[in-house]
């Protein structure tokens, strides 16, 4: 699939040949053998030694700076011509002939250091308004230092960068099965990035300051991002514990670095160049400027010598206790377990679950089977176990192991709250809040509340009928925690008259993997096209590749997907970015790596559950977000934006999965080929209707757990469990019983701490967007497009409460601030909006809105979305509008 490879075809292939060469000894004295340049009196000159310019020995001599600015240009000009001119004369990769060999090597080696060099010097004097082509340039000049600066392997990194994916682990040339190479490659990294210190600071404040930070980081994130994946998934547990190892090593380097007053004062200096030369929160290179120096202050780097030797060991020991937290959670030692007898196992569960279950467990000779229980076979037990005793045990067990995790949490908490007091905030979530689209803790809070106020009501209705549901099977209506899942489940099916298993016949694995690449092509016009990685490529067996290609066949970016269970491996499913994308003018010049990890029941008919569909679009929406972001600096690339904001995509793609008109594409059953009815859709949308508040509950309560704990972080040693039984009571119409330490398990509190509300805010707000764009037309080209263009193009560099209030046409419900000018992407409309209007205006739909959403397909009429959207017209058009 080489042959494929997009922008720029040959140089990829020249610098796959590239790759193997030991860098020239005297980096200084290229020699430039392209001919002509142009001099800065217009002129066409020879070079007066032709094929030999001095360049950096004549610049200290004095060379004038107009000379040296064109001379770049000249150079990169030639390179950019030269190199496809020669890739077009040999027609393998291979450079079979000995001439094109040569020639590439001398050319090659020679303009990129002459490129190099002159760009620097160029860069420095470069105006503003050049800046970007100075960029241009010096993409090629910073992998030139990357193998520079590189003793051993040199120009490797370069054949990464410009190749889509290599053959080595990951699809990238600098690892391989042993884990040394992941090793190597991270000290090459921290190696690579102290010469980019080294330039940041000596730079000019200007653009380029950002961009050697960028570069900077980008350095390190590819192999930590690689690392932070390869030690959740790979199944050779010593490579595992390597990546580990090198994920803290590189953390801690992070640290230093985040912690260096000079790179600090480097990136003060460029914003305030940038501001005075008007860029603004709109400009790519700013934000991106904003969000390092965010980072370098969440680093502690204006503290005093003790307060920041404070921060950093509270950091590694926040890191420590929260890597201890997370494997707790995959080792069933520590995890408690039930018995069940086998009988009952045999005559309630699915068959495929009931295999997953029993994988490695005997029963004794009563017929006995002692379960452990992980969070899945609690999961599954709750749901299809008639017997209440049983379902109790399973969830109490559940709710009160691993035990040292209540102790690791403790720490995790009072070393968030140091940090965040030594940085001068009152609380973790305040810390947090800096850089997520709810500006303060207040209004996550406020969110949550005014949520739960609004669904209490049809919660309480729900329950109650899940009691008469209850009453009429069992005989009493007192409904607990551990009666949820199996009296809902069973309610759901009756209603609705459809199994799961008949449901799980029209998605098979294959099925489903032909929608994601349907979906991608009908609404983004990419194609993809699926390969089989090689042994060396991937971190376990049956790990599948895609790869996505554009109208034009140029590659925009391989989706690895780890799809089933293993022993040891990462318990939830998950998207990781491998590597981020990059672009430019024309188009993607890095294409992005991402892997999707789930966890679904391994069965010999590979069909997924409707829940496990659901799951893998959710993480393909992630994965999408990644593919299609068009940011020129990779650090605010894909998913790398406000947490509160990369839940929206996620969220927004599950919404394919509950609609007829995408699913009859590919949904097919696996057996009869039989399309799936219309009529088994609107049953599973039914069901998903008939307990959502309650379901929206657990989501509050949750997000309420995580955002107190956060924001009013328990002293050590306190009771979180009484904390948890409290809001769980507040917020949720079921009750918890004593002694249920349910947050041992909540893995998010360590992963995402103090932002699980992005959860809830992104079920609403992706709700919206559906509506909006895709209700009508699921399928539709220009919608596809539009989201393309103004909301996942832009990754994380762009404000998103701008981006949403654009895409919405609104100010959107709860968590986004008021008070700004937000004008459209096009530039076309600008709407002010301040608080007065928005709380006349607004305020009150917030609340329709929450509850329009619950009852959505229940009511005929007007959706409040619909409703709003004249509302806004009317406002802009100068009439009163319907008062209401
Ligand atoms: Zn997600």
Redesign the pocket.
Same mark, same amino acid.
């Given at each position: 699939s080489d042959a494929r490879v997009g922008v720029p075809v040959a140089c990829a292939r020249a610098d796959a040949k590239l790759h193997v060469r030991r860098p020239p000894p005297t980096p200084l004295s290229c020699s430039f053998a392209c001919g002509t340049y142009r001099r800065s009196n217009g002129r066409q000159k020879r070079p007066r030694h032709r094929g030999n310019v001095h360049v950096a020995a004549k610049t200290k001599e004095g060379r004038d700076v107009e000379h040296e600015r064109v001379h770049a240009r000249e150079c990169h000009r030639a390179f950019v011509a030269w190199v496809p001119r020669a890739a077009a004369r040999d027609d393998t990769p291979s450079f079979a002939s000995q001439e094109t060999k040569r020639r590439t090597d001398v050319h090659l080696g020679a303009m990129f250091r002459a490129v190099h060099v002159c760009a620097w010097r160029w860069r420095r004097v470069g105006t503003t308004c050049r800046w970007m082509q100075v960029d241009e340039t010096r993409r090629r000049a910073c992998w030139c230092t990357c193998a520079w600066k590189c003793e051993d392997g040199a120009w490797l990194e370069r054949g990464n960068d410009a190749t889509a994916a290599g053959t080595g682990w990951l699809g990238r040339n600098a690892l391989d099965a042993r884990p040394e190479s992941l090793q190597t490659w991270a000290k090459h990294a921290m190696k690579t990035s102290q010469a980019w210190v080294e330039v940041a600071v000596a730079e000019a404040p200007s653009p380029s300051t950002v961009h050697a930070l960028d570069r900077l980081s980008d350095a390190i994130c590819q192999v930590l991002d690689a690392a932070e994946l390869l030690r959740n998934v790979h199944q050779d547990r010593t490579y595992a514990s390597t990546a580990q190892r090198v994920c803290n090593e590189l953390n801690q380097f992070v640290h230093e670095l985040n912690a260096n007053p000079q790179l600090h004062r480097a990136v003060e200096r460029a914003l305030r160049a940038m501001q005075a030369k008007g860029c603004h929160e709109k400009c790519e290179t700013f934000l991106v400027g904003e969000s390092l120096k965010l980072e370098f202050e969440n680093g502690g780097v204006h503290l005093l010598l003790e307060a920041k030797q404070r921060w950093q060991r509270s950091q590694e020991a926040e890191h420590r206790a929260a890597v201890a937290f997370s494997r707790n959670l995959t080792e069933n030692q520590k995890l408690g377990s039930v018995e069940v007898p086998l009988s009952m196992l045999e005559s309630h569960l699915p068959k495929h679950v009931l295999k997953t279950l029993l994988k490695g467990c005997l029963s004794n000779q009563d017929g006995i089977v002692n379960l452990t229980t992980d969070s899945s076979t609690v999961a599954q037990l709750l749901k299809w176990i008639p017997d209440e005793r049983i379902r109790k045990q399973a969830y109490l067990s559940c709710a009160r192991t691993p035990v040292e995790n209540q102790g690791l949490l403790d720490v995790i908490l009072v070393e968030r709250s140091t940090q965040a007091r030594l940085l001068g905030y009152d609380s973790y979530s305040e810390l947090l809040a800096q850089n997520r689209m709810a500006k303060n803790p207040a209004a996550v809070a406020r969110f949550l509340d005014e949520l739960w106020l609004e669904i209490e009501a049809q919660a309480r209705s729900e329950l109650e009928r899940l009691r008469c549901f209850k009453k009429a099977r069992v005989g009493n209506d007192e409904v607990a925690v551990w009666d949820y899942a199996f009296f809902t489940g069973m309610a759901k099916a009756e209603a609705c008259s459809i199994g799961a298993i008949q449901v799980s016949a029209y998605f098979h694995i294959e099925n489903c993997v032909r929608g994601i690449g349907l979906l991608a092509q009908r609404l983004f016009g990419l194609e993809a096209s699926e390969s089989n990685p090689s042994r060396q490529e991937v971190w376990a067996e049956g790990v599948r590749r895609l790869d996505f290609y554009d109208c034009r066949q140029s590659h925009r970016g391989t989706m690895y997907l780890d799809l089933y269970p293993r022993p040891g491996k990462f318990n939830h499913a998950a @998207?990781f970015t491998v590597r981020c994308g990059i672009c430019n003018d024309k188009g993607m010049v890095r294409p992005p790596i991402v892997a999707l990890v789930c966890n679904f029941q391994d069965s010999e008919t590979h069909l997924l559950t409707h829940q496990e569909v659901e799951t893998l679009f @959710? $993480?393909y929406g @992630?994965a999408m977000h990644s593919l299609l972001s068009q940011t020129r600096l990779q650090h605010l690339s894909g998913t790398r934006g406000a947490l509160d904001f990369v $839940?929206i995509p996620?969220h927004f793609f599950e919404h394919f999965v509950w609609d007829h008109r995408f699913l009859r594409c590919f949904a097919r059953h696996h057996k009869t080929e039989e399309v799936i009815p219309r009529r088994m859709v609107e049953h599973l949308r039914a069901s998903k209707r008939m307990f959502q508040a309650m379901d929206m509950q657990t989501q509050i309560v949750y997000a309420v757990f995580d955002h107190r704990l956060h924001a009013h972080p328990p002293s050590l040693g306190a009771d979180c469990s009484a904390l948890f039984r409290n809001v769980h009571n507040k917020y949720s119409v079921l009750q918890q019983p004593e002694g249920s330490n349910w947050h041992l398990r909540f893995g998010h509190l360590v992963n995402y701490g103090g932002t699980y509300y992005c959860y809830v805010a992104a079920k609403i707000l992706s709700r919206l967007l559906w509506e909006m764009h895709f209700e009508a037309d699921p399928l539709s080209e220009e919608a596809g497009r539009e989201l393309a263009l103004k909301l996942l193009g832009w990754g994380g560099a762009r404000d998103p409460s701008i981006i949403l209030v654009g895409k919405l046409h609104m100010a959107s419900p709860g968590l986004l601030p008021t008070g700004r000018s937000l004008e459209d992407d096009v530039g076309r409309t600008c709407l002010s909006f301040n608080e007065e209007f928005h709380f006349r205006h607004f305020r009150p739909f917030r609340h329709n809105f929450v509850r329009g959403l619950l009852r959505m397909d229940a009511v005929g009429g007007p959706t409040p979305v619909v409703w709003m959207h004249r509302r806004v017209r009317s406002l802009l058009c100068g009439s009163t509008g319907p008062g209401r």
């Open positions: @998207h @959710h $993480e @992630h $839940e996620s």
